[in-house]
């Protein structure tokens, strides 16, 4: 699963995410090797009500390789 770093509190031995459990559970996933699909790259970002745009020469936000 997917879940933004934005505002996350790291700490001695935890990461405490800026988002309740119920909504990081239901984030988009994919297996442990796949891979994220360029059209799927929004449906991460709206699940998260987060502004999608590509990078400025229209290259992908994520699952880049």
């Not at 935890?14 to 699909?37: M, N």
Request: aromatic fraction near 10%.
């Amino acid at each position: 699963m997917f879940v933004p770093l934005g505002g996350a509190t790291v700490g001695p031995g935890y990461l405490k995410v800026a988002y309740d459990k119920k909504q990081v559970k239901e984030a988009p996933s994919i297996g442990t090797d796949g891979e994220l699909l360029a059209e799927d790259e929004k449906t991460v970002f709206a699940h998260y009500e987060l502004a999608y745009r590509t990078g400025a020469g229209g290259e992908r936000r994520l699952a880049r390789r």
